[in-house]
């Protein structure tokens, strides 16, 4: 469906639920926001291009108003429609996206994740280094040999990514039976991360933003 058609559906569906002061808000949680590498696994995260994110700025600016999550929290400032835009983790790109966003004063969110900002890497990233770096067969193996409840995934239709985020296992030992060990494995990947540097540190979160308006 395209987009045009997506946020017209939206906008139908959100008037159709106003009714007497009522006020909606809903909150837009980007990862990644600029171009894609697909030999990069870091890239592999969630990605809006640039062009992309500045047009749903666009429409949002158009059907209501982009607000803070203070507007929200403290219910003041907020008209019948209302947006909030939020950058999970934080990948670095939300520096390249931030002079517009301050030019245009639109306010938003940062929510780091301390082991992303401490390590560089997220857990979704070493995923996307490991199947990068294995075959599915060797996947495959590797987790039936680790975790016998395997047994009741096809191997046919066998998929790493999905099986990590299933609930087949409980999550903490999926990561450290299965995903630390076959990343730990994968040559040269520190070398990659301290490259990249793909989310923001503590330093760049207090230099960029503590005390920014």
């Not at 062009?51 to 400032?77: C, H, T, Y």
Request: aromatic share 12%; hydrophobic share 40%.
């Amino acid at each position: 469906m395209h987009w045009n058609t997506q946020i017209n559906s939206l906008i139908s569906r959100i008037r159709s639920l106003i009714k007497g002061n009522k006020k909606i808000v809903m909150v837009f949680n980007y990862h990644r926001i600029g171009k894609i590498d697909p030999n990069n696994p870091f890239h592999q995260l969630h990605t809006v291009s640039d062009k992309l994110f500045k047009w749903q700025v666009a429409v949002m600016s158009s059907f209501g108003r982009i607000v803070s999550l203070d507007d929200i929290r403290e219910f003041e400032n907020l008209s019948s429609v209302n947006f909030a835009i939020t950058f999970d983790d934080v990948s670095r790109s939300v520096l390249n996206i931030k002079p517009f966003l301050k030019e245009k004063a639109i306010p938003y969110a940062i929510s780091p994740c301390m082991e992303i900002t401490d390590k560089g890497i997220g857990i979704r990233d070493r995923v996307y280094f490991i199947i990068q770096h294995y075959s599915p067969e060797e996947l495959f193996n590797f987790t039936k040999k680790e975790l016998k409840c395997i047994s009741r995934v096809n191997k046919k239709g066998f998929s790493f990514y999905s099986f990590t985020k299933s609930d087949l296992v409980d999550p903490f030992l999926v990561e450290n039976k299965i995903i630390n060990p076959l990343f730990e494995n994968i040559p040269d990947a520190s070398v990659l991360i301290g490259k990249e540097k793909a989310y923001l540190d503590f330093e760049d979160i207090k230099r960029n933003f503590l005390g920014d308006q």
